[in-house]
């Protein structure tokens, strides 16, 4: 047990390890779910290799090539220490998770499976739910769900009722049981040993998706019993572009290379190759020879601190939980789930939520520019958050080297953005009511990406309204992350949207429409205009997209 004074000098300690807080930086990093920030030692193993070592691996015998191979074989062995492998030579590096996964499943044939089922469990991400439904259909297939509790209060939940349910859905029907082992949006720690046990003892084979895990927690694939087990080094301190396939060395024997070409061969003629053994089966090409080396430094600092890490990660989440329920923001991943019993903690860092009676749009535009980075979305894993009954939600997510003082600046920014937004939307005046079309030079004038967003949420209440009896699929616009509607009613164009966001984007776009000359409506470059009033650099890729549809239907006339 530590006290709180030794918490907050191991959270200090872990910080100085990461260049990214060398520079003073206002911004509070709350997103290391979608990726970490990188250790000093994975930057500067990586510098060193590029600059004094580098050679390619696996190829040439002269001293420097051989001394490359060693360090990546050197990769392998301590990543395989990390997740106590049996032999390096069930680590498999590809280029993430997602590249692990379909490894797996395109390499899978009917000989290597028992039964007809695929078990997928409803809050995984679509990097473990999309390969399964491709191999379901190549191998005539079923894909089932392993359900999650629906709860009033909370959404969803995971229980000891849930668990006994999910235990009986792996039956002898069950080919392959396909779970994350922490979810990236509830922050669960399933009880992973317990299902793939059960797996086991009716033949199917268990792919673990650990890649929320291997920075938080102890993972050892002895433990769980899974047959496969992957991850993402950029997720856990490293580079991008590097990640891991751990198998059971029968498994990754059993299964076919999808990726075919240099280094995975030991003979090859015109009419047919002979594969290398695993690992190298599965790793045609030259390899991301510097995310190696990089994930080879993060795997040894996860490992030499996983105690503390754990800690004081726990500890912080914790914190951050007291702090939101005084706010009483509505954290729908928090409530009754089961604590495991099998494991030391339930959950790790990962907090999900949507607040009550302010738009989570503008919240979390809201949160950007106070310089918190977290995510807003549906982080990739649509299907649980449709199941939540929501559009999107919010998300913050810890590492070691977040601080109570991070976690205090998040929260007095959370506090600020909920009051700022419901005093705007009590306001029901653009501010200041003056001439026409002086909400287009209030925005040109904002300089910041905070009063530009105030400015759009005060005139998304000048939107022409398009009525709930119109809202539908003739007249709605894919993309924006939001749902949007638009349609012409008579000679005026209306239009909705559930974020009150793209509300004030569509009121900036249908106000200059209909201030437009019909002749020049056609002709008008509404891309360059929300470049003008400078909006186009606070969208995300997927809004962009979003928008284009938008000023598509705009050209046509809706
Ligand atoms: N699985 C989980 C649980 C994830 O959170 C992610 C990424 O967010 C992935 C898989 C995919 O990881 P990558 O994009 O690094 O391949």
Not at 275 to 283: R, V
Not at 381 to 391: Q, S
């Amino acid at each position: 047990m530590h006290s709180q004074a030794e918490m907050i000098q191991l959270s200090l300690n872990f910080r100085k390890r990461f260049p990214f807080y060398h520079n003073a930086t206002p911004m509070v990093y709350l997103d290391s779910a979608a990726t970490t920030q990188k250790l000093d030692k994975v930057v500067s193993a990586v510098h060193d290799f590029s600059s004094k070592r580098n050679a390619s691996v696996h190829r040439g015998a002269y001293p420097l090539a051989n001394a490359a191979t060693k360090e990546y074989e050197r990769a392998r062995n301590e990543v395989a220490h990390l997740i106590s492998a049996n032999e390096a030579s069930e680590i498999v590096f590809t280029s993430g998770a997602t590249e692990s996964i379909n490894l797996i499943a395109n390499g899978l044939d009917k000989a290597q499976l028992n039964g007809n089922k695929i078990l997928i469990c409803e809050s995984e991400h679509h990097a473990n739910i999309l390969p399964w439904q491709a191999l379901a259909k190549r191998l005539g297939m079923q894909i089932s769900i392993l359900k999650l509790d629906r709860c009033r209060r909370s959404g969803l939940v995971f229980t000891e009722t849930t668990f006994q349910r999910w235990l009986s859905q792996i039956d002898d029907d069950t080919a392959i049981l396909a779970c994350a082992h922490v979810s990236n949006v509830l922050g669960v720690i399933y009880p992973v040993p317990s299902l793939c046990e059960q797996a086991s003892r009716v033949g199917a084979l268990s792919v673990i998706d650990g890649t929320q895990a291997v920075a938080h927690m102890l993972v050892n694939v002895q433990h769980i019993g899974c047959d496969f087990y992957v991850f993402s080094g950029h997720k856990m301190y490293a580079p991008t572009g590097v990640g891991v396939c751990w198998g059971k060395y029968e498994r990754l024997e059993a299964l076919s290379p999808s990726k075919l070409g240099g280094e995975m061969v030991s003979k090859v003629s015109f009419s047919g190759y002979t594969a290398q053994p695993p690992p190298l089966k599965f790793e045609a090409g030259t390899p991301n020879i510097l995310g190696v080396i990089g994930l080879r430094e993060a795997a040894r600092f996860i490992r030499e601190n996983t105690q503390d890490i754990q800690a004081h990660e726990t500890q912080l989440l914790g914190y951050t939980l007291a702090k939101l329920k005084a706010l009483s923001i509505n954290c729908f991943s928090y409530s009754s789930v089961r604590s495991d019993e099998r494991a030391e903690h339930s959950h790790i860092g990962i907090i999900s939520f949507v607040p009550i009676d302010v738009d989570s749009d503008a919240l979390a535009h809201s949160l950007y520019a106070k310089d918190i980075a977290l995510r807003y979305g549906q982080h990739c894993a649509m299907p649980l958050v449709d199941a939540l009954g929501m559009k999107a939600c919010l998300r913050i997510s810890l590492a070691c080297y977040n601080t109570q003082a991070d976690i205090d600046q998040f929260v007095d920014a959370l506090e600020r953005a909920i009051n700022e937004l419901k005093s705007l939307a009590n306001s029901d005046q653009l501010e200041p009511q003056d001439a026409e079309n002086a909400w287009e030079q209030h925005l040109k004038d904002a300089n910041n990406w905070s009063e530009k967003h105030r400015q759009l949420l005060l005139l998304s209440k000048q939107l022409p309204s398009l009525p709930n009896a119109l809202r539908n699929k003739d007249s709605e616009v894919h993309g924006c992350e939001a749902q949007v509607w638009l349609k012409k009613q008579g000679d005026t164009l209306c239009a909705h949207s559930d974020s009150k966001t793209v509300r004030g984007i569509l009121a900036v776009l249908l106000l200059k429409h209909q201030a437009l000359a019909s002749a020049d409506r056609k002709r008008f470059d509404y891309s360059q205009y929300l470049r003008e009033l400078g909006l186009e650099n606070y969208f995300s890729a997927g809004r962009k997209d979003g928008i284009r549809n938008i000023i598509n239907r705009l050209e046509q006339g809706a």
